[in-house]
């Protein structure tokens, strides 16, 4: 009778797990590389850079979507995906707000600030959990720009989240 009860809690923990996972979009956790191109195939995005365990898609420059979608695999399945948003303090705090509001006290708080080569870089990222899923979203202010991105990790055993 316990070998039962021991496999039924262990199938119900693999389901969970698998629910957990974030989708974002057609994007998913625990998606394969192939599986991946093969969804962003009717994206029609420029410009692909793929490096070892990264694969960074983006728009021209001249293109007024401005998408740039980063996605980060652990032994080939989808851990991480980051999604580019238009920039700007105002837009940082209501994304802010609209994650509290969705998953209430943050689970960590970055606040950096280092110069580099154009001078000041200041870093704000703020992180929520969500069952085992790291929601997060990052601000960086430079001199000359900024940059907004929201970021969904799943716990993997090639780096800690949230990163």
Request: hydrophobic fraction near 40%.
């Amino acid at each position: 009778m316990h070998t039962k009860t021991a496999l039924l809690a262990l199938t119900l923990l693999a389901f969970c797990q698998s629910v957990q996972a974030f989708e974002v979009g057609e994007f998913k956790s625990g998606m394969t590389r192939n599986q991946l191109r093969a969804t962003l195939k009717s994206w029609n995005f420029e410009n692909s850079i793929e490096t070892g365990d990264t694969l960074m898609v983006y728009d021209a420059p001249d293109n007024p979507a401005g998408r740039r979608y980063v996605f980060i695999f652990c032994n080939d399945k989808l851990v991480g995906f980051d999604q580019e948003l238009a920039a700007s303090f105002s837009n940082f705090v209501t994304v802010t707000g609209n994650f509290n509001t969705q998953y209430g006290s943050p689970l960590k708080l970055v606040a950096l600030h280092n110069v580099v080569g154009t001078g000041e870089k200041n870093t704000m990222a703020i992180y929520w959990r969500k069952i085992s899923d790291v929601i997060g979203v990052r601000y960086i202010l430079q001199p000359n720009s900024e940059q907004l991105t929201t970021t969904y990790q799943v716990s993997n055993n090639c780096w800690q989240a949230p990163r």
